[in-house]
């Protein structure tokens, strides 16, 4: 391999546009409320001690770093190859979204329920819809359920609906379920 292979790097640039502009903007946003987000204080003995010193350093360092990244790129505006690209970049989203519903309905509804439907649901979103797949997905979450809260004692909370179960089965369920 000879020098000048080194310094000839092939790298991908759909997306490269799109990233440095978003980290450009975003870090220009927190240099700006660097003053509301952080404190001067009398009693720091030198600037480097102050708790808004190292902060704006290193906004100001990200800020000029993308900024100059930004300006001396050969194309400075998005095209059609950049928007796929972020297109793929947003896509892994909606797993946050899952997760986020899961979280929210897991006390209403409780663990165990709601374990068995996002694990089916999400088994049925990734494209595994024959029954085996979806009774491993059941399986799994059974498995989860009683390992996390019968074997290892994590206290999750249990669903508002298991008030709607008789006393005899509710306290069972809310420990182990």
């Known amino acids: 391999m000879s020098k ?7 790298t991908r640039l759909s997306g490269q ?11 220009l946003l927190l240099l700006s409320q660097i003053g509301t987000q952080t404190q ?10 102050q708790p808004r010193f190292w902060p704006a350093v290193a906004l100001v360092l990200m800020v000029a770093g993308f900024g100059a990244h930004w300006w001396l790129m050969r194309r400075r ?31 209403r509804l409780g663990f165990l329920p709601m374990s068995l439907v996002f694990a089916c649901a999400l088994t049925w979103r990734l494209g595994y819809r024959s029954r085996g797949a979806l009774a491993l997905a059941a399986i799994f979450a059974v498995a989860v359920t009683v390992t996390f809260k019968g074997f ?9 609906i298991y008030e709607l179960l008789p006393a005899s089965v509710r306290t069972f369920f809310m420990v182990y379920l």
């Open 40 to 49: 001067w204080s009398d009693t720091a003995r030198t600037i480097a001690a």
């Open 77 to 107: 505006k998005p095209d059609r190859s950049d928007w796929i690209e972020a297109k793929r970049w947003v896509e892994p989203l909606e797993y946050y979204v899952w997760f986020i519903l899961f979280v929210l309905a897991v006390p």
């Open 4 to 10: 000048s292979d080194l310094f000839d790097v092939k």
């Open 152 to 160: 290892l004692g994590v206290n999750i909370p249990g669903g508002q």
């Open 17 to 27: 546009v799109i990233f440095v502009i978003a980290a450009f903007a975003g870090s």
